[in-house]
Protein backbone atom coordinates (compact mmCIF):
# COMPACT_ATOMS: atom_id res chain seq x y z
CA UNK A 1 0.00 0.00 0.00
CA UNK A 2 1.25 3.64 -0.78
CA UNK A 3 0.11 6.57 1.34
CA UNK A 4 0.62 10.04 0.17
CA UNK A 5 -0.27 13.47 1.27
CA UNK A 6 -3.22 14.13 -1.03
CA UNK A 7 -3.05 17.40 -3.03
CA UNK A 8 -5.01 20.05 -5.23
CA UNK A 9 -5.56 17.53 -7.66
CA UNK A 10 -7.23 14.73 -5.23
CA UNK A 11 -10.41 17.03 -4.90
CA UNK A 12 -12.43 15.12 -6.74
CA UNK A 13 -11.42 11.62 -6.05
CA UNK A 14 -11.74 12.65 -2.27
CA UNK A 15 -14.72 14.14 -2.57
CA UNK A 16 -16.06 11.27 -4.59
CA UNK A 17 -14.91 8.34 -2.23
CA UNK A 18 -15.87 10.47 0.37
CA UNK A 19 -19.36 10.70 0.19
CA UNK A 20 -19.99 7.11 -1.48
CA UNK A 21 -18.06 5.61 1.86
CA UNK A 22 -20.00 7.65 4.24
CA UNK A 23 -23.12 6.89 2.52
CA UNK A 24 -22.15 3.69 2.66
CA UNK A 25 -21.18 3.23 6.17
CA UNK A 26 -23.12 5.63 7.86
CA UNK A 27 -26.15 7.18 5.28
CA UNK A 28 -28.83 4.35 6.77
CA UNK A 29 -28.33 6.53 10.26
CA UNK A 30 -29.45 9.28 9.47
CA UNK A 31 -33.47 10.08 10.03
CA UNK A 32 -33.42 12.94 7.69
CA UNK A 33 -31.92 12.68 3.94
CA UNK A 34 -32.09 16.43 4.28
CA UNK A 35 -29.33 16.74 6.56
CA UNK A 36 -27.62 13.98 5.58
CA UNK A 37 -26.92 16.06 2.18
CA UNK A 38 -26.15 19.05 4.49
CA UNK A 39 -23.56 16.97 6.65
CA UNK A 40 -21.71 15.69 3.49
CA UNK A 41 -21.41 19.31 1.70
CA UNK A 42 -20.00 20.61 5.04
CA UNK A 43 -17.39 17.86 5.03
CA UNK A 44 -16.89 17.71 0.85
CA UNK A 45 -18.17 20.53 -0.63
CA UNK A 46 -14.91 21.32 -3.15
CA UNK A 47 -14.63 24.24 -1.52
CA UNK A 48 -14.20 22.76 1.88
CA UNK A 49 -11.69 20.81 0.15
CA UNK A 50 -9.80 23.18 -0.91
CA UNK A 51 -9.41 24.72 1.97
CA UNK A 52 -8.76 22.09 4.11
CA UNK A 53 -5.93 20.66 1.35
CA UNK A 54 -4.36 24.13 1.82
CA UNK A 55 -4.62 24.51 5.68
CA UNK A 56 -1.10 23.96 7.04
CA UNK A 57 -2.84 22.87 10.40
CA UNK A 58 -4.91 19.76 8.11
CA UNK A 59 -3.42 16.61 6.40
CA UNK A 60 -4.99 14.49 4.14
CA UNK A 61 -3.29 11.28 3.48
CA UNK A 62 -4.56 9.00 0.90
CA UNK A 63 -3.91 5.23 0.47
CA UNK A 64 -3.77 3.54 -2.66
CA UNK A 65 -2.83 -0.11 -4.02
CA UNK A 66 -1.72 -0.20 -7.71
CA UNK A 67 -2.96 2.74 -8.61
CA UNK A 68 -6.43 1.99 -7.05
CA UNK A 69 -7.61 4.41 -4.36
CA UNK A 70 -8.35 2.34 -1.32
CA UNK A 71 -9.04 4.68 1.13
CA UNK A 72 -8.44 8.31 2.98
CA UNK A 73 -7.46 10.03 6.08
CA UNK A 74 -7.65 13.67 7.51
CA UNK A 75 -6.03 15.02 10.46
CA UNK A 76 -6.47 18.41 11.98
CA UNK A 77 -3.47 19.47 14.53
CA UNK A 78 -3.66 21.49 17.68
CA UNK A 79 -7.21 20.84 18.53
CA UNK A 80 -8.77 20.62 22.07
CA UNK A 81 -9.27 17.56 23.13
CA UNK A 82 -12.79 17.38 25.17
CA UNK A 83 -13.10 17.86 28.66
CA UNK A 84 -9.07 18.37 29.34
CA UNK A 85 -6.77 21.06 29.21
CA UNK A 86 -4.79 19.77 26.24
CA UNK A 87 -4.57 19.57 22.56
CA UNK A 88 -3.34 17.43 19.91
CA UNK A 89 -3.70 16.00 16.59
CA UNK A 90 -7.77 14.92 16.00
CA UNK A 91 -8.11 12.05 13.34
CA UNK A 92 -11.28 13.52 11.60
CA UNK A 93 -11.80 10.50 9.14
CA UNK A 94 -10.50 7.51 8.24
CA UNK A 95 -12.50 5.77 5.78
CA UNK A 96 -11.53 2.71 3.69
CA UNK A 97 -13.64 1.71 0.59
CA UNK A 98 -15.47 -1.51 1.89
CA UNK A 99 -13.99 -3.65 -0.71
CA UNK A 100 -10.04 -2.47 1.13
CA UNK A 101 -11.31 -3.52 4.58
CA UNK A 102 -10.23 -6.47 6.57
CA UNK A 103 -6.51 -6.55 5.06
CA UNK A 104 -4.35 -4.72 7.57
CA UNK A 105 -4.76 -1.64 5.30
CA UNK A 106 -6.40 0.51 8.04
CA UNK A 107 -3.78 -0.45 10.69
CA UNK A 108 -0.87 0.67 8.20
CA UNK A 109 -2.75 3.88 7.35
CA UNK A 110 -3.40 4.39 11.13
CA UNK A 111 0.53 3.56 12.36
CA UNK A 112 1.67 6.22 9.41
CA UNK A 113 -0.77 9.16 10.88
CA UNK A 114 0.29 8.61 14.09
CA UNK A 115 4.10 8.35 13.14
CA UNK A 116 3.02 12.07 11.12
CA UNK A 117 1.66 13.36 14.21
CA UNK A 118 4.96 12.50 16.35
CA UNK A 119 6.62 14.31 13.71
CA UNK A 120 4.90 17.38 13.92
CA UNK A 121 5.52 17.73 17.76
CA UNK A 122 1.42 16.53 18.92
CA UNK A 123 1.46 14.87 22.48
CA UNK A 124 -1.59 13.20 21.53
CA UNK A 125 -3.97 11.82 18.48
CA UNK A 126 -7.52 11.93 19.42
CA UNK A 127 -10.96 11.34 17.92
CA UNK A 128 -14.57 10.76 17.77
CA UNK A 129 -16.24 7.47 16.71
CA UNK A 130 -20.38 6.57 17.30
CA UNK A 131 -21.21 4.98 20.28
CA UNK A 132 -22.54 2.03 17.81
CA UNK A 133 -19.76 1.28 15.68
CA UNK A 134 -18.38 -1.82 17.82
CA UNK A 135 -16.13 -3.13 14.74
CA UNK A 136 -14.16 0.86 14.61
CA UNK A 137 -14.11 0.99 18.52
CA UNK A 138 -12.40 -2.40 18.45
CA UNK A 139 -10.19 -1.40 15.54
CA UNK A 140 -8.71 1.48 17.51
CA UNK A 141 -8.62 -0.37 20.86
CA UNK A 142 -6.33 -2.63 19.06
CA UNK A 143 -4.17 0.53 17.93
CA UNK A 144 -3.89 1.91 21.06
CA UNK A 145 -6.54 4.15 21.93
CA UNK A 146 -8.52 4.56 25.15
CA UNK A 147 -11.94 6.18 25.24
CA UNK A 148 -11.39 9.41 26.94
CA UNK A 149 -15.03 10.96 27.57
CA UNK A 150 -18.47 10.82 26.10
CA UNK A 151 -20.08 13.16 24.01
CA UNK A 152 -23.28 13.56 21.20
CA UNK A 153 -23.58 14.51 17.48
CA UNK A 154 -27.03 16.42 17.56
CA UNK A 155 -28.94 17.62 14.95
CA UNK A 156 -32.94 19.15 14.67
CA UNK A 157 -34.17 15.76 14.29
CA UNK A 158 -31.80 13.26 16.29
CA UNK A 159 -29.00 12.71 18.75
CA UNK A 160 -26.03 10.01 18.32
CA UNK A 161 -23.75 9.35 21.26
CA UNK A 162 -20.74 9.44 20.23
CA UNK A 163 -17.22 8.48 22.19
CA UNK A 164 -14.09 10.75 21.86
CA UNK A 165 -11.02 7.97 22.23
CA UNK A 166 -7.27 9.37 22.83
CA UNK A 167 -3.76 7.74 22.26
CA UNK A 168 -0.82 9.42 23.94
CA UNK A 169 1.99 10.28 21.41
CA UNK A 170 4.42 11.84 23.88
Same mark, same amino acid.
Given at each position: ????????????? +??????????????????????????????????????? +???????????????????????????????????????????????????? +????????????????????????????????????????????????????????? +?????????
Amino acid at each position: MEIRQAVQGDIEL +LRQLGISTYKHYFGALWQSPAELEAFLHSDFSREVLTHG +LSDPQQQWWVASEQGELLGFAKVHDQQPLPESERSGAMLCKLYLQPGAKSRG +LGSRLFKHLEQQARGRQQGLLWLTVLQSNTAAIAFYQRQGMVIHSESAYVTPTQSTP +LWTMKKELA
